[in-house]
């Protein structure tokens, strides 16, 4: 009896911590909600002033055909996915998602920092853009 018990217990315990670890990781749903975003009022201000491009953004914004202004225009009128909000080592990540003046339905992903707010990346949401960015 005794070497029945054992294995599922094991089997419950082994259970138990894949959840734990599942429920702890960066980034999960369960972590994002805890952010308590409240509609669309963000952490940081919408200053176009303080935007800075990655490397990888302004590669997707030339293979997007994105420009500049349209990127600035997100940040100022574009509306917050609080389910997309990610978390990484560098800090958190809010993606605005919004109609450029050329009709592309896009979501922008900016990463606030102490002095910049950081374009992380810029993707359009219904068009599958070819691009070789690395």
């Not at 217990?9 to 980034?27: D, I, P, T």
């Not at 176009?48 to 994105?66: E, K």
Request: net charge neutral; charged share 25%; glycine share 6%.
């Amino acid at each position: 009896m005794q070497k029945k018990i054992f294995p599922m217990l094991a089997l419950v315990a082994a259970f138990a911590f894949y959840f734990w670890v599942k429920s702890n990781q960066r980034g999960n749903l369960a972590q994002q909600e805890r952010i308590e975003i409240q509609g669309d009022v963000l952490p940081f201000k919408r200053d176009t002033s303080l935007l800075v491009y990655s490397r990888h953004a302004r590669c997707r914004m030339g293979c997007r055909q994105i420009d500049a202004g349209e990127v600035n225009d997100i940040l100022l009128n574009g509306k917050l996915d609080a389910s997309r909000i990610q978390e990484s080592e560098k800090g958190l990540t809010y993606p605005l998602e919004g109609i450029t003046s050329d009709k592309q339905y896009v979501r922008v992903v900016f990463a606030p920092d102490e002095n910049e707010i950081v374009v992380v990346t810029v993707i359009d949401l219904e068009k599958e853009w070819p691009c070789n960015c690395n």
